[in-house]
């Protein structure tokens, strides 16, 4: 997606920029690990798709991703950081902590003859042991739900707008004709995740962050879908208070390709 790429996140927590190529290398050698891969259904790839899948993840209008960085040490918890802290080494390999993604797409039922809702689909990862179980993951999530809320609007007129959503299914969206709650806008249904069954921390993270199971079985990948119904700013914000996440903040951030 386009619209997120002159855009950071900064909280006293985590920083989250663009996914840009010189990520890659970094990323690349995580997805190594096994465990990484189990973790997160991947296959690994090889170094030139891994670059082809950046371009990809910043081009393609169904698709929004950051890299989560360590926070900016900015003198005093919370405090915004200035340009030149955040283009400074803010980003680089070895600030890199994880990534998080957004996957939009249409769901009209298992038959396709439902109302079209548009769900956005949530992958997140905290590669290294050393940086796991130290908050980067909450972090990460709210403040990526936070971003999403607030700009739904424009995020989900790329989306329509990338050409992959047949223009019926996009007038449905606009007009809520065969919808219960008719609106004008576009609005984002719910998040979704899949998590793997035996991946006991992150369905932790997600039911404790308001998402629900969808089924009280595993699908036939062993997975459990979650969604969260509930985007109200005013819940996210109370979430990352809890979280003790200060001073989230949308930067424009220009070192970005
Ligand atoms: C799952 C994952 C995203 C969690 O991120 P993290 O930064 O390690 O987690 P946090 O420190 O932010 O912890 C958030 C919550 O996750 C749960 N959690 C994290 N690690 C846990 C562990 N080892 N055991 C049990 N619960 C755990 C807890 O609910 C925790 O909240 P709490 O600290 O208030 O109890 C991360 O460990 C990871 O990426 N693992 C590998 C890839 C993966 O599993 N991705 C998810 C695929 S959907």
Redesign the pocket.
């Known amino acids: 997606m386009l619209l997120n790429a002159n855009i950071a996140l900064s909280s006293s927590k985590a920083l989250l920029v663009p996914y840009s190529s010189w990520h890659v290398p970094q990323y690349h050698e995580w997805m190594k690990d096994p465990d990484?891969q189990e973790?997160?259904a991947s296959e690994p790839l090889s170094i030139e798709e891994e670059y082809s899948m950046q371009r990809s993840w910043r081009q393609d209008a169904d698709k929004l991703t950051f890299i989560v960085c360590r926070a900016i040490s900015t003198g005093s918890e919370g405090d915004i950081p200035s340009q030149s802290q955040l283009l400074g080494e803010s980003d680089s390999p070895a600030s890199m902590v994880?990534d998080i993604n957004l996957f939009l797409r249409i769901d009209d039922g298992d038959e396709g003859n439902s109302p079209p809702q548009i769900v956005g689909e949530i992958?997140?990862?905290?590669a290294e042991k050393v940086n796991?179980?130290?908050?980067?993951?909450?972090?990460a999530l709210l403040m990526f739900m936070r971003y999403i809320i607030q700009n739904q609007g424009a995020i989900l007129d790329e989306f329509v707008g990338g050409g992959d959503v047949d223009v019926e299914t996009v007038r449905k969206l606009k007009t809520g004709v065969e919808t219960a709650g008719s609106s004008e806008g576009l609005s984002l249904e719910c998040f979704s995740?899949k998590?793997g069954q035996a991946?006991?921390?992150?369905l932790?993270?997600f039911e404790?962050t308001g998402f629900v199971r969808c089924s009280d079985e595993p699908n036939f990948f062993g997975e459990f879908e979650l969604r969260c119904t509930d985007l109200s700013l005013g819940s996210i914000d109370g979430a990352l208070d809890k979280a003790g996440v200060k001073g989230f903040i949308a930067l424009p951030y220009g070192r970005t390709e």
Request: glycine residues 12%; without cysteine; hydrophobic residues 50%.
């Open positions: 990484i973790a997160t994880g992958e997140l990862m905290v796991q179980r130290r908050g980067f993951g909450r972090a995740v998590i991946n006991l921390r992150s932790a993270l404790s």
